[in-house]
């Protein structure tokens, strides 16, 4: 059973700026397209608006999108180029591939073409996790400078 993502999005704004994402928000925001989302929108409408953003309590898409629209009527949601499953995928289908071919007996070839294959795998998974992390980060540290409404207190 998921998490509830109100209370999940409810915990990550009640973060402070710069604080690391509790694992249980973290395994949520990744299985969950529909906070990532949330959270993406709003680090966008604040980096336009440059001011902190207080956020309604009742949150949803449609609250965000509408601010979204009215701040910035180019902004398109969509920008979000590859997803954290087809990341995922990748990594999968790279190992795959290192396993299919460390089980060909290396197709016949020479101790040096084996050694310089690895040495290319390897820095290609390097790559792909620095990439990854660095595309990826802004869901794991919280980025986000949030004004809890005044009202909320009531
Ligand atoms: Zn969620």
């Known amino acids: 059973m998921k998490r509830n993502c109100d209370e999940v999005m409810e915990k ?5 700026k710069g604080e690391r994402v509790p694992i249980d928000i973290t395994l949520h925001l990744i299985t ?3 906070c990532r989302k949330q959270i993406r ?7 336009i608006s440059k001011a902190p953003l207080s956020i309604p309590v009742a949150m949803n898409d449609f609250s965000i999108e509408a601010v979204m ?7 398109s949601y969509s920008k979000n180029p590859i997803s954290i499953t087809k990341w ?7 190992i795959l591939f290192m396993l ?3 089980l060909s007996n290396y197709c016949g070839a020479s101790k040096a073409i084996v050694i310089s294959f690895y040495t290319l795998f390897a820095g290609c998974v390097t790559a ?3 990439m990854f992390v660095g595309t990826n980060m802004d869901f794991f540290v919280k980025l986000i400078n949030t004004k809890r409404p005044l009202s909320k207190a009531v």
Do not use: Q, R, S
Not at 88 to 94: L, S, T
């Open 100 to 102: 299919a071919f460390g």
């Open 12 to 16: 990550y704004l009640m973060l402070d």
């Open 128 to 130: 792909y996790c620095a």
């Open 32 to 34: 969950c397209n529909k």
């Open 88 to 94: 995922i995928f990748g990594g999968v289908a790279m």
């Open 41 to 47: 929108m709003m680090k966008t409408a604040e980096k």
């Open 69 to 75: 629209a009215k701040i910035d009527p180019n902004y």
